[in-house]
Nanobody, 126 residues
Framework: VQLQASGGGLVQAGGSLRLSCAAS????????MGWFRQAPGKEREFVTG???????????YSTDSVKGRFTISRANAKNTVYLQMSSLKPEDTAVHYC?????????????????WGQGTQVTVSS
């Protein structure tokens, strides 16, 4: 599976951005998708995830620092997952990565994801 992230850029604090991650797999709907970020000098951290579109529908889950500000969604017909980011803060500045995992459950650990995109830079100015 190849993942292509896009949509990063420079935005002022309080602004919004939408990231996209396009997947090459025809089985996209079966993957749990996640977004991670890595700021300079820091470890990669989990941001938010969305489970596969199984019989019970999708579920979303996020780290506390982005709850109420970031929303993850998926469009299976387009093999794409989105990250809508609002009320951005300077501390959101990081390279953002999308990831795909074969496990059919919520995944928060980076080493449990199987495929990674190349990352897209998000910079929030104060």
């Amino acid at each position: 599976v190849q993942l292509q992230a896009s949509g990063g850029g420079l935005v002022q604090a309080g602004g919004s951005l939408r990231l996209s991650c396009a997947a090459s797999s025809r089985s996209f709907s079966l993957y749990t998708m996640g977004w991670f970020r890595q700021a300079p000098g820091k470890e990669r951290e989990f941001v938010t995830g969305i489970t596969w579109s199984g019989w019970n529908g999708v579920s979303t889950y996020s780290t506390d620092s982005v709850k109420g500000r970031f929303t993850i969604s998926r469009a299976n017909a387009k093999n794409t997952v989105y990250l809508q980011m609002s009320s951005l803060k300077p501390e959101d500045t990081a390279v953002h990565y999308c990831a795909a995992g074969r496990a059919s459950r919520q995944i928060r650990e980076a080493n449990e994801y199987d495929y990674w995109g190349q990352g897209t830079q998000v910079t929030v100015s104060s």
